[in-house]
């Protein structure tokens, strides 16, 4: 394909997405209070990424290539809920520094700045890509959020959701 950015490669991708087992290096564990991004729209597209604190990116997510992931997510003491997590340059930092930022798939209620936040990663689903429209960037995260769902069913996935990691009650 010419084009990276295509508003129809959700046509040609999987669901199921990484091994059947998990595998190192993951899971990757992270851990941060929620703090404030640029609030570069992702509400009002209706994908609110809650951002780690970046001493928490540079100490933990090294190693690990920019674009994005799915696993576990839990904030404070609430349930652990799947995650899709998008590993980009900060542009806050001059693009010198990754930004992670965690989409939980759920419908809160408020906002949760300040709040600590685990996150579980478990696989790599794509690259970055550079999008043509904000309809092309949407339709993929939605099927990045299909990918992590249906991912996670698998029981070695699922099995991580109750690590000691995460507050369990
Ligand atoms: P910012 O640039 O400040 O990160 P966003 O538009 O990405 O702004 O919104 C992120 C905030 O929205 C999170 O910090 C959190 O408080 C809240 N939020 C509400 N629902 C979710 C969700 N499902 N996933 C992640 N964050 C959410
Ligand atoms: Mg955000």
Redesign the pocket.
């Given at each position: 394909m010419m084009s990276s950015s295509n508003s129809n490669t959700t046509t040609t991708r999987e669901l199921i997405v990484g091994p059947e087992a998990v595998t190192t290096p993951y899971p990757i564990f992270v851990e941060g209070d929620?703090v404030?991004?640029?609030?570069?729209?992702?509400?009002?597209l209706g994908i609110?990424?809650?951002?780690l604190p970046s001493s928490a990116v540079d100490q933990t997510l090294e190693n690990i290539p920019i674009g994005v992931y799915y696993g576990w997510a839990q904030i404070d003491q609430d349930v652990v809920r799947p995650m899709v997590m998008s590993l980009g340059w900060n542009p806050y930092f001059k693009n010198e520094k990754r930004s992670g930022?965690?989409?939980?798939?759920?419908?809160?209620e408020e906002?949760?700045?300040g709040k600590p936040m685990k996150v579980a990663i478990l696989a790599y689903i794509r690259p970055e890509r550079d999008y043509e429209s904000l309809d092309a960037l949407v339709e993929d995260i939605q099927f990045d959020i299909r990918v992590a769902q249906e991912s996670l069913k698998r029981s070695d996935y699922a099995a991580i959701s109750s690590s000691s990691f995460f507050n369990q009650h």
């Open positions: 929620v404030k991004g640029f609030g570069r729209g992702g509400k009002q609110p990424t809650a951002n930022e965690v989409h939980i798939i759920h419908s809160f906002d949760f700045y």
